[in-house]
């Protein structure tokens, strides 16, 4: 089965610019999962989408952090405006279902902020 | 606030060596924990899964034990191969499956 995807691989900006990252889960799984990974500090959950509603959002920055699940299946996590402390890798996942579900991870996307 | 910490945060063994990595967490209310492998540039590959009401998992020269009493899991690794050589991370999953992951060990096996 083709795993998760995700673009862009990588992605370098200027601080107060926008970006945009985009994936696209497993086919059939309905659970989809955004993370933020700092260097050398673990994935964060950032937000969790159960088909296009949202499971939990706690540790999003709402005020510059938005994602999307429009048609349950792909997904697009945005920042607006970018800060320094962005700089990150930004990892999305799916699970067939939000129970004991193994994760699947896709490789990511990178993210500079100059 | 559930805390996951992974000790050593680094490792470097020669080939052929058993090795045994270390996740504490603090909260014991756990519905699984789950260790992960992170190779360099790319995203994270599941390596076992134990259930709450389990005490370990195998998978190959893999065994991942699991004491959720004492709030600790380790990860075993038997004859270790230089392309064991990845940083290799536990979570602790919720009822939604959310996951709280550790800070990480970062794995050398010399040749």
């Known amino acids: 089965e083709a795993g998760v995807a995700q673009s862009p691989r990588y992605k370098i900006i200027e601080k107060r610019q926008s970006v945009a990252f985009w994936c696209n889960p497993i086919?059939?799984?309905?659970?989809l999962y955004w993370y933020q990974q700092i260097l050398g500090q673990g994935p964060k959950l950032l937000i969790q989408?159960?088909?296009?509603?949202?499971?939990?959002d706690s540790q999003l920055p709402k005020d510059r952090f938005s994602a999307e699940r429009l048609k349950g299946v792909d997904s697009t996590l945005k920042i607006q405006p970018a800060k320094l402390e962005d700089s990150a890798v930004y990892l999305c996942a799916s699970s067939l279902d939000w129970g004991v579900e193994p994760q699947h991870f896709g490789d990511g996307t990178r993210l500079s902020i100059l | 606030k559930q805390e996951v910490t992974q000790i050593p945060a680094a490792l470097s063994v020669p080939e052929g060596e058993n090795l045994v990595l270390n996740c504490s967490f603090t909260d014991s209310a756990i519905y699984n924990l789950q260790w992960f492998r992170q190779d360099p540039g790319k995203g994270l590959t599941s390596l076992l899964l134990?259930?709450?009401?389990?005490r370990e998992q195998t998978s190959g020269r893999l065994n991942a034990s699991l004491d959720k009493s004492s709030g600790r899991s380790t990860l075993y690794i038997a004859a270790s191969q230089p392309g064991d050589s990845a940083t290799y991370l536990c979570a602790v999953g919720g009822a939604t499956n959310k996951l709280i992951f550790g800070t990480g060990t970062l794995l050398a096996v010399q040749p």
């Open positions: 086919s059939g799984h309905a659970t």
């Open positions: 134990i259930q709450s009401s389990q």
């Open positions: 989408f159960q088909n296009n509603g949202v499971v939990d």
